[in-house]
């Protein structure tokens, strides 16, 4: 992965969201801009309904801004179509949601499987992938014989399988306990430096971003640096 | 069909039980086809083995059971045989009888009165064609009701003597009732109702004056030419080509029609189960689709997963539900009218996948409508 570091992974200017009718009409995202560069972690803190979720949707083609600029990898999404997009997801973007959300009927080995075969990529090497986040020994068992952190890590691998130049993350570790925050968010860490992803995540829980190369912080659809707290 | 097939392993018990209820409904789908076959073999099975293309009816006979009702006479019946385009007519007398055979067993039979060497005289397994006065050809499942070669049977009123000299070649009956033929003179002196007691005597026959007969059967020739409607106006008659003439055969129609709706309610049961089913199934799974459409599944590969996921389903246990109705119907007893042909239990079979396909079908384009943006934010 030798990105130039010239072009951003992800480069959001300007963009502007509405959601909501009439009275309970809100800015999920108002006038935010952004840029992640290739093998950088990216936190974003804000409390709930401040537009962190629809930053996320944006930036990852799922959700069009109502006006603004959104590029991944130099490809402005805002103006794909909805099965272009559904395509560039597939090989630009990973997603990591929020408990893993593995697909039940599916052994570790076979969530992988799947992401590569759906993008038809013939290349992708499950079981080293999965010995990379340490899963290699639970490569055979499904979602509900795994532990919370064991899914947010086969979650993680997943999304890696189809090596993308994002990940976007949604509350990693939501259902976890201290323990398995940090493990998880230090293993997104060191795939993001390692592997040269960019990586913007959205979270609750402060715990973990010292392990966050920057921190951001939503309010209202607004989005501001925040210095960490070392 | 890589997900497909795994949910089928992962969720065995729920799909099992759907399964067994495509099965059943094959099973009775299966059933049901094979009791149609055997009605109506049982009903115009007697007709079925002609080699006719029409038969005309005196004008104005009422539809149902026209057969006994229709009354022609050998005017009609000439204008037929002379009109162009006819290779053959022949008159058919067709009348149902009681009677006791000297064994004094009570027997039904449908006396069908054909010329002896005409194109309506059956083919026999066993004796000879009948060609006296007296002598009856019957069809071979008369054999379970007593009747053997040699065994007169005594008609009751009239007390006219018949005797078996012949079984068919197949099963002849015509409102399941064993047909028996006899010459078409020896027909007309029972119909006219001047037979004396006894066997009929060529005397008798000789003697009577009784130009008629239920129907005229006729052949067409090559050339088709043959102006049905014209004819039919000449001879005073009304024309049915042979399957049009099943519905005028005692019950042929209400039996088939009854058959026929139940068939058709099993099949959408089997649609809207598994459409049911499936819909289910799919908003179980809708979080799951978010994340699949999220992550970067096409429309087309969750439907084209879907549906063969179904289609599995559904032929497994369609193929099991047809296996187990074909072996239920060797069992039944010899008394019910049961007759399993493939090509309906095969076209039976493939209406019940295909209904079931659409019906699962309509329940798995609702993944069409879940939002992949719904696989952020977690459970909600």
């Not at chain 2, 006894?198 to 130009?211: D, E, K, N, S």
Request: proline share 4%; with cysteine; charged share 15%.
């Amino acid at each position: 992965m030798s990105t130039p570091s010239t072009t951003p992974a992800l480069e959001i200017v300007g963009a502007r969201l509405e959601l909501g009718d009439g009275d309970a009409r809100v800015h999920a995202l108002d006038d935010v801009s952004l840029r992640v560069d290739p093998g950088e972690i990216v936190a974003v803190v804000g409390p709930s309904g401040s537009g962190k979720s629809s930053l996320l949707a944006v930036a990852g083609a799922l959700a069009k801004p109502d006006s603004g600029i959104v590029r991944v990898h130099g490809t402005d999404v805002t103006a794909l179509a909805k099965s272009a997009a559904t395509r560039f997801r597939l090989t630009t973007i990973g997603f990591v949601f929020q408990s893993g959300n593995l697909i039940a009927a599916l052994t570790a080995t076979d969530q992988l499987r799947l992401a590569a075969r759906l993008a038809g990529n013939r290349t992708a090497d499950p079981a080293a992938l999965l010995g990379s986040v340490g899963m290699a020994h639970r490569a055979d068992h499904r979602p509900d014989q795994l532990s919370g952190g064991e899914r947010q890590r086969v979650g993680i691998a997943r999304a890696l399988v189809n090596d993308p130049s994002l990940l976007l993350v949604d509350e990693p570790t939501a259902a976890l306990d201290r323990a398995s925050s940090h493990d998880v968010v230090r293993l997104l860490a060191a795939r993001a430096h390692e592997a040269g992803v960019a990586v913007v995540m959205v979270t609750h829980d402060h715990d973990v971003l010292e392990h966050c190369d920057r921190v951001l912080e939503m309010t209202d659809g607004r989005l501001g640096e925040r210095v960490l707290a070392a | 069909m890589f997900l497909g097939l795994r949910e089928l392993r992962f969720a065995r018990g729920r799909f099992t039980l759907m399964g067994v209820v495509i099965a059943l409904v094959a099973v009775l789908v299966v059933l049901l086809s094979g009791l149609s076959a055997g009605l109506v073999n049982d009903g115009v099975s007697g007709l079925k083995a002609m080699r006719v293309m029409s038969f005309a009816f005196d004008k104005g006979t009422i539809t149902d059971n026209a057969f006994t009702r229709s009354v022609v006479d050998d005017e009609q019946l000439a204008t037929w045989s002379a009109a162009p385009g006819v290779r053959a007519a022949e008159p058919l007398g067709v009348s149902i009888v009681n009677g006791t055979t000297d064994a004094g067993r009570q027997v039904d039979l449908t006396l069908f009165g054909v010329e002896p060497d005409g194109f309506l005289s059956p083919a026999v397994s066993s004796g000879a064609r009948s060609a006296g006065p007296g002598e009856i050809v019957v069809s071979q499942t008369a054999a379970s009701a007593g009747l053997a070669l040699g065994t007169k049977v005594t008609l009751d009123r009239s007390g006219v003597e018949l005797t078996v000299v012949g079984f068919t070649a197949a099963q002849a009956t015509f409102g399941h009732v064993d047909v028996a033929y006899l010459p078409i003179d020896t027909w007309r002196l029972i119909a006219s109702g001047s037979a004396q007691a006894g066997a009929p005597t060529p005397q008798q026959i000789g003697a009577l004056h009784y130009p008629y007969s239920s129907v005229i059967a006729v052949q067409a020739g090559d050339d088709a030419t043959l102006d049905t409607a014209r004819t039919d106006t000449a001879a005073g008659t009304m024309s049915m080509t042979r399957t049009e003439a099943f519905n005028a055969s005692p019950g042929y129609q209400a039996e088939t029609m009854t058959l026929t709706m139940i068939r058709a309610f099993l099949y959408a049961i089997c649609a809207l189960v598994v459409g049911a089913f499936f819909t289910v199934w799919t908003i179980q799974r809708t979080h799951e689709i978010a994340v699949l459409r999220a992550v970067g599944a096409s429309t087309s590969y969750l439907l084209r997963d879907g549906l063969a996921q179904s289609l599995v389903l559904l032929l497994g246990f369609t193929v099991l539900g047809v296996a187990a109705g074909v072996g239920m119907g060797a069992l039944m007893p010899d008394g019910m009218p049961f007759s399993l042909e493939p090509v309906p239990v095969a076209l039976a079979s493939i209406v019940t996948v295909v209904l079931g396909l659409g019906g699962a079908g309509v329940a798995i384009l609702r993944v069409t409508r879940v939002e992949p943006v719904t696989a952020l934010g977690g459970h909600r």
